[in-house]
C-alpha cells in the first residue's frame, strides 16, 4: 500500500513567507515606538524622582545640593553648578540618575541656593533660600513657558537625545555629533557650562522647576516676603516647563 506525504509546495511556501513579511513588517516597528515610549517614561519618571527628592533635601538642610560628577560616583561637590545628579548626597540609586536609556542626565542648579541656610528666615532673610535673586541658569524657552521677572530657574535636568552629550564614567561627555541643523545646534548648547539651556528643538527631555514653583509645588511652602502681585504661584505663567520630543 502507498502511502502519499501531504507537503507545502513552492508556491504556499512563498505567499506564507509573503503574510508573514508583511505581518513583521508592521508589528516590529510598533513593538520599537512601544519599547521607545517605554524609555521616555522612565526618564520622566526617573526626573520627578529627583524632584521629589530635591524637595525633601532642601527641606532637611534648607539648601539645595551641587552638582556631582561620574567621579564623585553621586556625591555633591560643592561649588559645582552643573554635572550629573547628586544622587549618593539625596539617598538615590544610580539607576534614577540616569534616563531610560541608561545614560547620565545632566543636572544644572542655581549656585546661590546652594549656601542658604533657611527657607524663609525673617531675622536672616539675607541668607535665605526666598531671598536668593540669581538668573545664572536660563532656558531658550517657548512662548507660552515665560518665567516672571519675580522667578528664576532653581534646578534643570537635561536626558539627552540618544546619550550624544551626556556625561560617561570618565567624566567626560558622549561625543555630539554636529549637524548643521536646529536640533544639532539645541543640543550642543545643552552641554555647554554657559548656564544657557535649549528647550526648544533640542530633541532632548528638559525639565526645569522655577525656585517659587519649586517651594509651592514641591515642598508645600511659599515666600512670604514676596509680592503676592508677583505671581509666586505661577497663576498668570506656568513657570514649571517640560519639553519633550522624540
Known sequence: MKYKVKAFSLLEIGLGLLIIGIIGSQVVPMIKKTILLKKYEITKRNQECILQSLAA?????????????????????????????????????ERIAKDGFGNYMTYAMNT????????????????????????AIRTITLTNQAIPASDYIAVLLVAHHKGEGAYMTNGNRRPL????????????????????FCAQASD????????????????????????????VYGETADPEG????E
Open 57 to 93: 533635601y532642601t527641606t532637611r538642610q534648607n539648601r539645595l545640593p551641587f552638582a556631582s560628577t561620574p567621579i564623585m560616583q553621586g556625591t555633591e561637590q560643592r561649588g559645582l553648578a552643573i554635572g550629573i545628579t547628586p544622587y549618593q548626597t539625596l539617598g538615590l540609586s
Open 112 to 135: 546661590s541656593l546652594g549656601s542658604t541656610t533657611s527657607i524663609n528666615n525673617q531675622s536672616d532673610y539675607d541668607n535665605s533660600f526666598c531671598a536668593t535673586n540669581s538668573h
Open 177 to 196: 555629533t554636529v549637524l548643521p541643523t536646529a536640533n544639532s545646534r539645541c543640543r550642543a548648547q545643552n552641554i555647554t557650562d554657559s548656564g544657557l
Open 204 to 231: 532632548d527631555t528638559i525639565n526645569w522647576v522655577t525656585r517659587n514653583n519649586f517651594l509651592s509645588n514641591y515642598m508645600q511652602t511659599h515666600c512670604f516676603n514676596m509680592n503676592a502681585e508677583s505671581n
Open 242 to 245: 517640560s519639553i519633550e520630543t
